[in-house]
């Protein structure tokens, strides 16, 4: 959406003043979020997450493009007269407590885990029944809408999501999975830290759990994950002595990737499910070996697909780059001519595409342009 058209709807639909909807439009531009389909999921734990602070702003930037509902917006006693007005609710938390599963939790639910509770079917039971988290990510599975995309982000929530994948097609659960994926992550990340020196050595003792010859683990990508079976017959990972839950790892790429969170995964899958595939005849590579594909093969060929696919940052840690789609999708078995031809337009693309950094610039360009024509407007007419 061009940047006057979003100023005009966060104005005369959300009743921002100017200048703070100048500053919600930048941080919807900075966060790729203002597009059509963006705006059209926008909720007020994506507003926060991506970076505006007020309460007030991301209520009234959710009642521009959802409505009041969405909003949490509820008619407030104006007098004594009985007359009453609609306004932002008072106490927003305590309205969504006393509603349970208002609309904009439905919202939520679909953006970022679908909470749920089922009905406790024991007569006579008035307790209020356990609330169970699905973790879903909304992928986008759809090769026409990755194709000449990317995301930036640095390298660790890539391969959580890519361990957390890997670890659902060797049949974990998406709790199980996710609780793994984020010790397999902790663990990679501390001893590259080491390694380059960034973090003390001695802090291998402390954060890394070794695995005994009598600990239950499993090997992920050539890494021991120690694992503890949980009084559900669910397993989780253990990392730095302590049992991790599975929102460790969601948040944590919710949080690094926001709105592009969804065609991530749904890039990854497709590079995944490419190797799940049965073949009908058997295939041999240059060695005359048999060629194998599934769960196992993709285990052990995980970190190799990983080093091609993942977001180029010069080896600097903490460092976003790149994460091109079209270079995730051409690494999927069968697709060969794709991968030659990705390679040969792949320094173009990174010499020639926009860097996180200009957008930045760019935002606070078009906002000042903005304050500069309505200062103009305002000085034509008081002339």
């Not at 309460?55 to 959710?62: G, I």
């Not at 007005?85 to 639910?109: H, I, N, Q, V, W």
Request: charged residues 30%; negative net charge; glycine residues 8%.
């Amino acid at each position: 959406m061009p940047l006057p058209d979003l100023l005009k709807t966060l104005s005369s639909k959300g009743g921002l003043p100017m200048r703070d909807a100048m500053a919600v439009a930048g941080k919807l531009i900075n966060a790729r979020a203002n597009t059509p389909s963006a705006l059209a999921h926008v909720s007020l734990i994506m507003l926060q997450d991506i970076g505006v602070e007020s309460e007030e702003h991301r209520k009234r930037t959710v009642l521009a493009f959802k409505g009041k509902k969405a909003a949490g917006i509820i008619p407030t006693s104006a007098g004594a007269g009985g007359t009453s007005a609609a306004g932002l609710a008072p106490d927003f938390g305590a309205y969504r407590k006393r509603r349970r599963m208002a609309d904009d939790d439905e919202t939520l639910s679909r953006e970022y885990g679908n909470i749920t509770a089922p009905p406790d079917e024991r007569p006579g039971s008035s307790r209020r029944p356990k609330l169970e988290t699905e973790y879903t990510f909304n992928e986008i599975l759809d090769q026409s809408l990755l194709s000449g995309r990317y995301a930036v982000v640095n390298r660790a929530p890539v391969m959580t999501v890519w361990a957390t994948i890997l670890l659902e097609k060797l049949n974990f659960s998406r709790p199980e999975a996710l609780s793994l994926a984020h010790c397999y992550v902790n663990y990679t990340s501390t001893m590259r830290g080491i390694s380059l020196g960034i973090i003390p050595a001695a802090e291998k003792e402390r954060t890394v759990h070794i695995v005994g010859p009598n600990q239950p683990h499993f090997e992920l990508m050539g890494v021991k994950i120690p694992v503890m079976q949980m009084q559900d017959g669910s397993y989780r990972g253990i990392s730095a002595g302590d049992v991790v839950g599975p929102e460790k790892a969601f948040n944590y790429m919710r949080r690094s990737m926001a709105q592009t969170l969804s065609s991530v995964v749904g890039a990854l899958i497709l590079l995944a499910d490419s190797f799940m595939e049965p073949i009908e005849t058997k295939e041999e590579d240059g060695d005359g070996e048999a060629v194998q594909y599934g769960a196992e093969f993709l285990n052990s060929r995980g970190y190799d697909l990983y080093a091609e696919f993942r977001p180029s940052t010069s080896g600097e840690w903490g460092k976003k780059g790149r994460l091109w789609y079209d270079k995730v999708l051409a690494l999927r078995r069968g697709c060969e001519s794709d991968w030659i031809e990705w390679k040969q337009k792949e320094a173009r693309l990174e010499q020639d595409g926009p860097i996180e950094e200009d957008w930045s610039e760019d935002v606070e360009r078009l906002v000042q342009e903005e304050l500069d024509k309505e200062q103009k407007l305002k000085e034509e007419v008081g002339s």
